[in-house]
């Protein structure tokens, strides 16, 4: 038996592994369940033992497809640090007796495949009835807030831990299901945040998990961000994206204008950017945009990127503290890339300007009147530049790293199609990238950069992951790629991280087109 992927996300995978859909909850009371994972289990004594008594440890040594973590009463940390060593590798994690409603969109986040009813069972046993934002006594309630088959019929029960025990088991389902689906229409992270709130232990859990460095998330992803507690604004995607950010933006002019965000996205098409630049008008060539808004920065050629195409935060106008400091710092990163600095922005986004302008030790000029600031603009010294190549090189630099030139630009924004001669590339507004071919496709397979070469095959839509020989090492599920042998060259899509490609069963690219 094997597991077969068919989509990833971070550490969360959504697999098969026999009939059975990972993530999976073992429910504990069936027996031939039980026995089914329990053959594929492999085990381990813990590593103490081989010091001590290796020939104990080879006797209980057992090799199996399915890894397992087993925690007990650690702290978070160490709680989170033994589920991402055990999580490493190709193979399916089965975390036992921890799940709990408010948990399970966590660890599935986390990288369990499979979870179990155990713990769950416990607190029907103590008396406890468990729902998606935390534990309740059983005598305390007054009603059940709940309409599960259980809770329909609690009176079939013949005492509270039969029929808690149905209960619990089923929340937890509902929440396994849920967390799948949510997988599959890329939203885990948003469903796990909404839940860890139900206990300091599970907040902490995905604080620390945020820590963690090497994480194979969709750089590009086709839902909608919501950025709903500071807790959010250190996900890892967004952390990747200020990472990128530094090391990608090569603005083309001296002089950076500062402006606020609008609800719309791309911001460029919202009623107020477009009153603005409609406002400024030629000032505005050759001067470098850079938007503000909580938690992001965004230079005007990274607006149709994800994230920020597709945030949406929730606005009140105030800004905490907190907010101020955490945007300020990510904006003064970008100040000294410039020689002059004017904003037309007010109340926390002026605040926001002033601390990172503090920070950088660089003036920042602020008009209140867009008349002044089309007079200072037209004023400036600068060089024009072309918007629309600048967005379609900035994409280029922090999708694939390289540089590519183009002639033209046809379309209208925000899609957009960058020819040089032919067609090199356009936006894809679903993911908030750019979807390749020939030219640009033939560039990164010389330069080796985000290739996969794959056994000698004629490629019909997919192609599995082990028809795949070599893979770029940084690709990251949803990353466009390009796949070749010696017959045939393509542009697809990738489904898995590169470095588990060749690894596990399953989809590893949905191929979107060939050029040769
Ligand atoms: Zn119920």
Redesign the pocket.
Known sequence: MRFRIEKQDGFARLGKIGEYTTPHLIDIRDEDEVEFFEALTERRPPEAVRRILPETYKAFLKSGMIRKAVTGNELPKDKIEIILEAGKGAKPLYVPAIALPWNAALLIYAGADILDNALSLKKAYEGIYLTEAGELKIESLKE?P?S?E??MNREQYRNDFEFLSE?NT??LQKEVKLARTALRNESLRELAEMRVKASPETTSMLRIFDRVSDIPFARFRKSSVYPNSEDSFFRPDFRYYFERLYETYDPKSHIALLLPCSARKPYMLSKSHRRIRSALGSALKGVNEVIISSPFISPREFELLYPIAFYDTPTTGVWSDWEVDFVAEKLAGLLNRFERVVAYLHGGYRKVAEKAGDMAGKDIKFFEDLKDLRRVLDNEEKENFDLYKEIFRHMTRYQFGVEFEIDRVRGRYPELEFLRGERVARIDPRYGNLDIYAPLATYLKEAGSYTVEIAEFEVKGTIFSQGVLNADEKIRPNDVVVYYNSITTGVGQAVIPGKYMGEVDGRAITSRRKIK
């Open positions: 059940l709940c599960c259980a809770c209960h089923l929340i």
